[in-house]
Nanobody
Framework: QVHLVESGGGLVQTGDSLRLSCAAS????????MGWFRQAPGKEREFVAA????????YNEDSVRGRFTIARDNGKNTVYLQMHALKPEDTANYYC???????????????????WGQGTQVTVSS
């Protein structure tokens, strides 16, 4: 079993920065991709960013272009989401997810992920 625990969320103002962390525990020895998704009240969960087991990253360019960066530390089994220039529309519950081992499909699709964290709330005030 794998457990994912997000941290780093909070209440910030427009233009501020936050760094989210997601620590994985359990059977984490296989190569896997990690992703960040978010869900705002009344909206469907949407893809934010992901990083493959080889280190390649993809982003939701429409919403986070140039502002968010995903990174991973395999030694610490942790993935990070650095967020800059936050906007009120970034307000959401942010979830990290771990893919199936050796996943090589579309990292933007939720179907590629088998474990999810409980989420951390990010609120950006105007």
């Amino acid at each position: 079993q794998v457990h994912l625990v997000e941290s780093g969320g909070g209440l910030v103002q427009t233009g501020d920065s936050l760094r989210l962390s997601c620590a994985a525990s359990g059977r984490t020895f296989s190569p896997y991709a990690m992703g960040w998704f978010r869900q705002a009240p009344g909206k469907e969960r949407e893809f934010v960013a992901a990083i493959s087991w080889s280190g390649d990253s993809v982003y939701n360019e429409d919403s986070v272009r140039g502002r968010f960066t995903i990174a991973r530390d395999n030694g610490k089994n942790t993935v990070y989401l650095q967020m800059h220039a936050l906007k009120p529309e970034d307000t959401a519950n942010y979830y990290c997810a771990r893919s199936t081992p050796y996943y090589s499909g579309n990292l933007r699709q939720e179907s590629g992920y088998e474990y999810w964290g409980q989420g951390t709330q990010v609120t950006v005030s105007s």
